[in-house]
């Protein structure tokens, strides 16, 4: 069988509803007229379609082939609070305001929906099930992919692996890079508000500044990795977002922070938040002000099954040249909610090169020019289908 012949049929399709669905996205869990959409493709093939939560669906292919086997298949659908730019996006630029699909979720989407047309097709090659994920919410905490195992639907299926993926500019279109063991950070926020004494700019020491008091907790936050942390353990604290004050010439009540820390491991994670906590009271006392810290745990970290991610490499390199099929040196601190699946089933993550140019440069993901090259679809789609069939590329790790 030839899976790349297979899909080259759905490929310009695949890139036509991806610009389709850039055109209209929703934001986490408001994905009404995505979902509508996809369920609306999907049973047009004649595929069985579940709703376990309000937006987000799963198809269920039933191969031609009595098994035991079920494989899934996951691919995230909402959308980001962006304003979008970019000339190479002009066509299918979105029409909602202050929201865009600059993360390639889009691109996700259309390509699963690809992958269900080319599945359908070719059921007599199928053992078993194939679950096809259309999951909410990838974007904001608690994450659809929580929220989807948490109903306990997916657990109805004894799925023997789930497999999804991600857009990449930092590879070239064409090539598939993932890695056993560690491949995503877990991402945790936090928010801290400071609370000092307003006055006048000009009379500072009648004023307890928390603006001054914010620069230390910056400052001091930038130590804790580098002070507080294992060396050999990778760990990152970033602020994000700073909001106080009204005027130059008017010294605020109350300022706050926003931020993220990322990490692989439960025991860094806890030694980050307890020195965050004991400078933050400390930096308190100092000042004579009110400092609250809250953080909330995000996702935990994307860990691929040994056994799944070495698939992964193995159908790609039955399916292209060794040059497009990278096993990534390090794991990267960007998070994904793919890896609450990966406490319930044994499953791979894996990164598609999607990297559009624009004025010669890439774009990085949720940058407002971020867009996705239509090469992406050639290599995301047959590998999807190879490892949704099997065989070839999981002979050589029994």
């Known amino acids: ?7 080259t049929p759905y490929l310009k399709q695949a890139n036509e509803e991806r610009e389709y669905l850039h055109r209209f996205p929703e934001l986490s869990y408001q994905e009404f007229e995505t979902t509508n959409y996809i369920e609306q493709q999907l049973t047009q093939l004649g595929l069985v379609v579940e709703r376990p939560l309000d937006t987000g ?3 269920i292919i039933e191969g031609d082939i009595a098994s035991d086997r079920v494989v899934a298949l996951r691919a995230d659908i909402d959308a980001l609070p962006i304003q979008e730019e970019g000339e190479a996006k002009a066509d299918f630029f979105s029409t909602r305001p202050g929201i865009a699909h600059c993360c390639g979720h889009d691109a996700h989407t259309a390509n699963l929906l690809g992958v269900a047309r080319v599945l359908a097709k070719h059921t007599s090659h199928i053992s078993g099930k194939v679950l096809l994920i259309f999951q909410p919410g990838e974007e904001t905490l608690p994450g659809g992919g929580r929220l989807l195992c948490e109903t306990g639907w997916l ?18 279109v064409g090539t598939i890079a993932t890695r056993p063991g560690e491949l995503m950070a877990a991402p945790d926020e936090f928010h801290v508000t400071i609370h000092g004494v307003g006055g006048h700019a000009a009379r500072p020491h009648e004023a307890i500044d928390p603006v001054v008091i914010a620069a230390e907790c910056i400052s001091a936050f930038q130590t804790i990795v580098s002070r507080s942390v294992d060396p050999t353990e990778s760990a990152v604290v970033t602020i994000g977002r ?3 004050g009204t005027a130059h010439n008017i010294i605020p009540e109350k300022l706050q922070l926003w931020g993220t820390i990322r990490s692989f491991s439960s025991a860094t994670a806890k030694r ?23 953080i909330n745990k995000g996702y935990p970290a994307v860990i691929n099954d040994e056994r799944a991610a070495k698939q992964v490499l193995n159908h790609a390199q039955s399916l292209f040249t060794s040059d497009k099929v990278v096993e990534m040196e390090r794991p990267i601190m960007a998070g994904e909610d793919f890896s609450f699946y990966q406490q319930f089933f044994p499953g791979a993550f ?12 890439t774009y990085v993901w ?3 020019k971020y867009n996705v090259d239509p090469g992406f679809f050639e290599t995301a789609m047959p590998l999807m289908v190879s490892l949704a069939i099997g065989g070839s590329g999981e002979a050589e790790i029994e």
């Open 366 to 368: 949720h940058h407002p």
């Open 155 to 172: 657990q109805k299926y004894p799925i023997q692996q789930i497999f999804g993926l991600h857009t990449s500019p930092s590879h070239k």
């Open 272 to 294: 980050i938040e307890q020195r965050m906590h004991q400078l933050c009271a400390g930096i308190a006392q100092a000042h004579s002000a009110e400092i609250s810290l809250t």
């Open 242 to 244: 700073i909001e106080g």
């Open 57 to 59: 669906c799963v198809a």
């Open 350 to 361: 894996f990164f598609v090169g999607s990297g559009a140019q624009e004025s010669d440069s």
């Open 1 to 7: 069988m030839n899976i790349q012949q297979w899909c």
